[in-house]
């Protein structure tokens, strides 16, 4: 729909997101009837299925569902079904890329729960198996691409752009592992650069360059050289426009209500690099660093109650206000630089304004 | 060198080794000026050269190695160095993808030493780190891939090959995980029919299809559809070759001496699905099955023996002589498929049975 998500009625949401999970049951059985046919025992079959089903489809899908609504801004009108089903393919692929990452990374965090449930490795007789079920997810994509895309001209920039979009992720979530290991606490690793740099390749690429780059290439933009390449310039917004979303995240682990947030924040506990740990760093005083020192990564309400104070003495959130009013302008300048007729030939799918817009317009003074 | 492996003098093999190792360094210093360039910490970078230099470049590098003796032997004369380095860089990318797969495998399988040093994640610091570790190993093979292949016109073939190859593998890692899990022992679960699924999808297609493959394709061998393609040809060759060697792999775990194989047997204490187990299985009476039951996949030397006990009693040991005839004269008559004269056009690059003939020598009748 090219409706605002905001002004869209609950019962359209949910119609939306059911036919873009249609998708997803169709996809499981294309790689479940590969995996069949390559005469697989049917235990292994049964486990396939769960891993897909327990991991792909339960999170918000907005990064899978946001390579819909992008192609179909790009073309300005309805999808024909075919065009849908392609592009929902890709959104999924992107689905399963953050599967891959998220099953792995509640393993190296040792987390316990996930979208409401025990984190996959933690079920019974699951455990370090589901390592390889996280390689699996991602090997899922390329199965996918090449069935549905081989034959496309842009078959080759869809497979360079997952691979460079994990790689960066990789080198993001390495960073961030020996930044902000769960067992062993050191601000002095810390610093708003480091936590930019983590923000930017661990999530930014994979949830925001990834989606409208994808749709950019289904639509038949062709990337350029020189300095009207149009994904150079979607990735000159989306980059900045994931570190603020990112940042949004941090400080709503902090300030937002159980209520608003859907959870409850465990950021100060985990030692997670956050963008509120690193401004109160910025700002702390020798007695107010110190409390820091002491208090921050503790598996202990007392010690996590301490670091808030800090927080809230340094003003963490004014600095955020200020951030998020300056972010929102810094970036509707960014995507005013696209000409109001779009980017590129006459004739030609053109890159919109519209296609960042909708992004921010999700983003801004989102309070979950 | 076109010399069969078996009468090259110790020197000469060490200097073959030690060029190819040479192109090892060439491409850390590829991926980490890369790294470096996008800005990332000096202790991150500093982590990536360990990963790199401690899980690559050990291991015994026949994998690696054999794509540039098959580059030599379909060309038929030396190689330019930008061939040499070319073929090299193929085989250092099937390096890192047995590197992703061995340092994860590490950790799914509580392992305690790899290639006569603890396994990457029981170093101090890195942990379960070693799984992320694991996926930028994997993501290095597209970096280097696209630096090197990106301009030519098998590029998009090498990519689908290494996806290929890489989701057959965790698909087998999957039947090997469920069926002969480390900690339950259950061998209604084992078969020779399983055994072989496990062996083809686990090891033979990156161990020998891989290599194959990718020095056909580098040196401007074409798939076709029908009967002539070389690629299907190669692979039914190659596929009984790789069951034939992990097999043998398997003997030797039991048969073998540590003076032989370089190391002391543990399938049997490791409750590993071996040829062993499953000819014992195959064979055993409902007495030696009990025993079986009772002592195999058990950490106690005791147990192991008298496993060992049942393994000569069914005659494990005369039963893989037959074996190992069986499948040289099988896989010699498959690679006498080829026409003498190689297989494809006069005037084109030619499959030759030289390529199979140098398998299957360094493996028959191989003591360690
Ligand atoms: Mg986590
Ligand atoms: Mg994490
Ligand atoms: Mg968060
Ligand atoms: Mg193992
Ligand atoms: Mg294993
Ligand atoms: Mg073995």
Same mark, same amino acid.
Do not use: A, I
């Given at each position: 729909s090219l409706l605002p998500t905001s002004t869209m009625s609950a019962e359209l949401k949910a119609q939306k997101r059911q036919k873009f999970e249609h998708v997803f049951s169709v996809i499981r059985e294309e790689l479940l009837t590969h995996f069949d046919g390559e005469g697989m025992p049917k235990d292994a079959s049964q486990w396939y299925r769960s891993n897909l089903d327990y991991n792909v489809p339960g999170g918000k899908l907005n990064r899978g569902m946001s390579v819909v609504d992008t192609v179909e801004i790009l073309k300005g009108s309805a999808l024909t079904d075919d065009e849908y089903f392609k592009a929902a393919v890709l959104g999924w692929c992107i689905e399963l890329l953050q599967a891959f990452f998220l099953v792995s990374d509640d393993i190296m965090d040792s987390s316990v729960t996930r979208r409401g449930q025990p984190?996959? =490795?933690?079920n019974e007789h699951v455990g370090l198996i589901a390592i390889n079920d996280a390689f699996m997810l991602e090997g899922a994509i390329y199965f996918l691409l090449k069935k549905?895309?081989?034959?496309?001209? =842009?078959y080759v920039d869809l497979l360079e752009l997952f691979h460079e979009t994990t790689y960066q992720t990789e080198i993001g979530q390495l960073i961030d592992l020996i930044t902000a290991p769960e067992d062993h606490v050191d601000?002095?690793?810390?610093s708003l650069e480091k936590h930019r740099l983590i923000v930017i390749y661990k999530t930014a690429y994979y949830s925001f360059y990834l989606p409208v780059a994808l749709a950019m290439y289904m639509s038949g933009i062709r990337p350029t050289s020189g300095d009207k390449d149009g994904y150079a310039l979607a990735r000159s917004i989306l980059i900045p426009l994931g570190e603020y979303f990112q940042i949004q995240d941090d400080y709503l682990d902090f300030a937002g209500t159980p209520e608003q947030i859907g959870k409850i924040g465990t950021d100060i506990i985990d030692n997670k690099c956050s963008w509120c740990i690193n401004t109160a760093l910025a700002y702390a005083t020798p007695e107010q660093r110190a409390v820091l020192d002491q208090n921050y990564g503790r598996k202990d309400a007392e010690a996590e109650k301490k670091v808030k104070t800090v927080f809230e003495e340094v003003g963490v959130r004014q600095k955020y206000a200020v951030y998020e009013e300056d972010a929102y302008k810094r970036i509707m300048g960014l995507i005013e630089t696209i000409p109001a007729g779009g980017l590129?030939?006459?004739g030609e799918v053109k890159l919109k304004r519209e296609v960042f817009k909708s992004f921010l317009d999700k983003i801004y003074k989102r309070q979950k």
């Open positions: 984190c996959w =490795y933690r549905h895309f081989r034959s496309t001209s =842009y601000l002095n690793k810390f590129g030939q006459d």
